[in-house]
């Protein structure tokens, strides 16, 4: 069996609840009605208000582990799913996102220091990642030096379209700078958004000009740029230093056109395996039952992050 790398997760995919209940949220409520509704499971019946017990949430939630948006109770639990399904290693993200019509916080700001203890937890099997506030530039780069130099972070996710913001706007270069000078990767959600956050902002075109700009730089376009697949395609066959990840999305689901350029000697090489949260055991079975080539399955699910993040 291929071990897989996620190079997309969350901090509850190892410790349910941290960080609080982002479905209190408008953004992530509306989702749950709309872009997740058939498969949020769950959660689509009701959120558990702050302070209200974990009995009141429904049963099949409790009993469930690992499933979409539920993660794992323990580090050790997922850990021991990560055997059972053959996962090598698990990044996850010190993620943050802005609520850009109705809150105008940050509805998502998990901490440096909690990944971290999850990546000691874990002993080996959890990569860290920062991410980053373009509304906070000084105070963001500097967490970011601090997570690579003090916890051994090895990469940068953020999230452009919930600060309303595209990837080539100036209040993301010094991030980008700082990725450089640490000779760490930086990753990007590119794409619709799933929650009510402006789309256009996210057309995986747009970091045509920081692929150029910054050619040492290793760029991950992540959540597959859907519906302007097309574009993320010819970014990741352009540039040498740009990647795309398929997390977000149930493999089965990818668009074909897809599933052609990952297959293909264009592709191959530039593909990465995620979950999203989506799911360690749903995504990775899902994916291995794909029509591809095992060389296709061997480099989407393990070698391409092994080069991309200088494992």
Not at 167 to 178: G, I, Q, V
Not at 212 to 227: C, E, K, M, V
Not at 266 to 283: D, E, I, S, W, Y
Request: charged share 25%.
């Amino acid at each position: 069996m291929i071990q897989a790398i996620d190079i997309m997760n969350h901090p509850p995919e190892a410790k349910r609840g941290l960080g609080g209940n982002p479905f209190e949220f408008e953004e992530f409520k509306i989702m749950l009605r709309t872009t997740f509704k058939a498969a949020a499971g769950d959660h689509q019946h009701r959120t558990v208000p702050p302070g209200e017990p974990t009995e009141a949430r429904p049963k099949a939630a409790k009993e469930k582990k690992g499933g979409m948006l539920l993660g794992h109770a323990s580090v050790q639990e997922m850990v021991a799913d990560m055997d059972r399904l053959g996962y090598q290693s698990i990044v996850i993200c010190a993620t943050k996102m802005w609520s850009y019509h109705y809150h105008h916080r940050l509805i998502l700001d998990y901490h440096v220091d909690d990944v971290a203890e999850i990546v000691r937890e874990a002993g080996g099997r959890v990569i860290g990642a920062a991410s980053y506030n373009p509304f906070r530039i000084e105070e963001s780069v500097a967490e970011v030096e601090r997570a690579v130099r003090e916890h051994g972070f090895k990469y940068v996710w953020f999230h452009p379209l919930s600060f309303g913001l595209a990837p080539d706007d100036r209040r993301f270069y010094p991030l980008y700078s700082k990725c450089v000078e640490l000779d760490i990767a930086v990753g990007m959600q590119v794409g619709h958004s799933a929650e009510v956050l402006p789309s256009d902002v996210g057309r995986p075109m747009l970091v045509d000009a920081v692929a150029i700009d910054f050619p040492n730089l290793r760029i991950n376009l992540s959540h597959t740029g859907w519906p302007w697949v097309d574009e993320w395609c010819s970014m990741l066959w352009r540039h040498p230093n740009v990647y795309g990840d398929i997390s977000a999305y149930f493999p089965r689901s990818l668009d074909e056109r897809q599933v052609r350029f990952m297959d293909s000697s264009r592709g191959r090489h530039k593909v990465l395996f995620g979950t999203n949260g989506l799911g360690l055991a749903k995504c990775v079975e899902q994916f291995r039952a794909l029509d591809i080539k095992e060389e296709t399955q061997r480099r989407v699910l393990r070698e391409n992050a092994i080069e991309f993040l200088k494992l």
